[in-house]
């Protein structure tokens, strides 16, 4: 599969079907907390996916790593049963319950047979709302959380995407440090911090609920008002927009390996932006379009440079980004970022064939439907729209704006966006003929 | 894209997923060619699948990765789809498209609307007998394989460490050679090479087409004659006879370190039998043994011992994959905490396995287990392209359809005697390979 390795904390853009047979109902609880379901009778389960939003963003000063630790220790005990009562439950009732956390939200995801689902839903209610942060368990997964931060240290990706998001959004605002915390941040944690990040991420104002399946409005009304109704109305306020605070410029970063990791960017464009269908477009002709994109045909079709190169249009809840990767041998390094900056000054003049534009609008519309499948990724997709603040009746536009997008619509948009000189590049490896610019 | 698959030793696989069996029809077309179809109608969407019965173990020695570098190969264009049209018109279509090698399998598919599905079959048939390459298209690609390699295995400890593992364990079986290949015979891979193996390989009676999605048997059967059937078989097509392995009689250690390792840990992989045909008994056994040891987080017996009482692991797993063709492995794995050493944890990990084997199957655990089992075949309905990939793998793995549809009720009647047997048979340190991962060789002296 194409192999995009965002940010773990960007929600991509999402893109949605046009004549999909299926029907979105907008609910409201009888104790009022809404939800996004599609009903699908075919198959005796329901997937649930619960978003909150703020996610690791909440982190309150001195305290990174705090909402990531309590998503983790959700499911590690709650009410009477400690960590190992509460999974062997799960099991019993062959439920799957995820929990995580990223820069723009908590995520719950939640996937129960139909013969099971009031017992699921009390042992996903008692996780909710009583989770019980035991010392033993906090123990086990600070270890974990140790583990994964001095694995991400050595990960020449994560260095470079550590990297890039402290240059991108600076170190006062949490989009420029890793939600999973230092090592020194996550040592420090206590488990009354843990609490707190508890009443500050999972509240009733900041909740979004996606729920596909076999279920009725009524029953997932029910549900809604016993999986929730023991949290706080509000939670911590959201952090301001971020900056971007970028310069253009190169880093290289010494790491001895045979291959260098490279991740590059600049300033994106707001989904609200009358011109963002516009740049997406030209994002799928630019490097989002597989084997058919310029950036691949010429860095790796032509050239053998890579086996991956790509952009993304990345959405933040809080911030916007183009931002692409390569990884090349640390000699031929050099060269593929040679290339990928003359494609971008080349995109800068905005000229696409109408052969790319209706090559790129007719594989965007065509594969908008086809998303749409499986419970658990269309439970997954509403519930990404949802917190993007997107309505439901985007559904039925989305298309036609996609096929509304001119050559001239794309000219402009290239012109703004794409500014080969404000490009800031870090590099992880050992390139050969490549430094740091400051 | 043309992407490999690697199953990372460490990941958890989970072979318990099962089908159901009312929506799937099989037929074979005159010239041997299999198919499966899977109805799906819940969305108008399609997965469309060829597999050949080949992969990187069929390969001749001194051509290692030349199945998964043809596989890229295979995108480069035909007489009737010249250089890059394939994956234009798959883009138009608003189609998605992969495809990946692996030990015993090469496989191609895409997705798309569900009426398009005899415009990707034409093209499908159309490059396997059809494809046109350049000298130059060749080097080119051969440099994008070197530097997948780069990005998949040399740049990682933990894939270096997978490699020298297997290495280590099939002293004879070509499961002991990377997926990829070995770095400097994939350098000296020519056009020739990839041209041979295809004419070789790639053929009708070599091949089995997986279509799952919003569509009617019937009307696949009479669109799959179309554009397959008239394909020619390869009669000189050669049984698979690949080199096997011998019985393992001593045990083997790697010790293997490397700087950027920053979480040492100790995997312990068994010699042990795969799913075959008619006879799947042990490996169901073995299947329900690896999530007793390690399957379920901290209810299994290595993550109860090692990470509740002991707390002397980080994460433990147990892990076992019985579609093979060929013998296949059993593994164990603990990652130590902080402070621990690699021998105290190895250690540890032998005698948790030993009480296990002296005390028995926990049957409360057992029930768990098989509760799950169930689950997981409606779970599995919910994702087309993962049955569609599991009939695949199965067909290119010596099992047939009908092994397939059994699998859930004979994980069903596993018993604890089964288990122990299996237990008692695999679990022998003479047939193992055990491997520490180290920051540095000091830690091998703890």
Redo the contacts between chains.
Sequence with gaps: ???ILTLGLVLLALALPA????KIQQITSPGGVKAWLVE?H????T?LEIRFRGGTSLDRPGKRGAVYMMAGLLEEGAGDMD??AF??AR????ASLGFDANADAVTISA?F?SENRDRAVDLLRLAINKPRFDDRAIK?VR??I??II???????RAIANRAFDKLAFGPDHPYGSSGTGTEQSVRALSRADVVQAWKDALARDRLVVAAVGDITPEQLGLILDRLFDGLPATGRRMPPRAKLVLTPGVTVIDY????S?AVFGEAGIRRDDPDFFAAYVMNRIFGA????SRLT?EV?????????VYTWLAHYSLADMLQGSV???ND?IAEALKVIRDQWRKMATGKVSQDELD?AK?????????R?????RIASILAGMQLDGMPASYIDTRNDRINAVTLKDVERVAKRLMKPDNLRIVVVGQPVGLKSTD | MRQLILFLAVAVLLPLQALAEGNVTTFTLKNGMQAVVIEDHRAPVVTHMVWYKVGSADEAPGKSGIAHLLEHLMFKGTERFGPGKFSAIVAANGGSENAFTYFDYTAYFQRVAADRLGLMMDMEADRMRGLILSENDVRTERDVVLEERNTRTDNSPDALFSEQRRAAQFLNSHYGIPVIGWRQEVARLTRKDALAFYHRYYAPNNAVLVVAGDVDPAEVRKVAEKYYGPIPANPDLEPRDRPTEPPQLAERRVMFADARVARPYVIRTYLAPERNAGDQKEAAALTMLAELLGGSGLNSVLGQKLQLQQKIALNTSAFYDGVSLDKTMFGLFVVPAPGVSLKDAEKAMDAAVADFLKKGVNKDELARIKTQVRAAQIYARDSLQGMARRYGEALTSGLTVRDVQEWPSILESVTPDDILAAARKVLDRRHAVTGWLMRDRSEAGQ
């Design positions: 599969m194409k192999r004549q999909a047979r299926m699908e075919s198959i005796p389960f997937s960590a190992q999974q062997r099991d019993a009732l062959a996937r047979l086990r270890a974990q140790l583990s001095a694995q991400d240290r050595k990960s020449p001895p390996s045979p291959q990791v379009g597989g084997f058919t045909r790796r079709e032509k050239r053998g440079l890579t086996y991956g990884s090349s041998s031929r090559a007719k594989y965007l519309t065509g594969a908008y439907p086809l749409f499948d499986g419970n658990t």
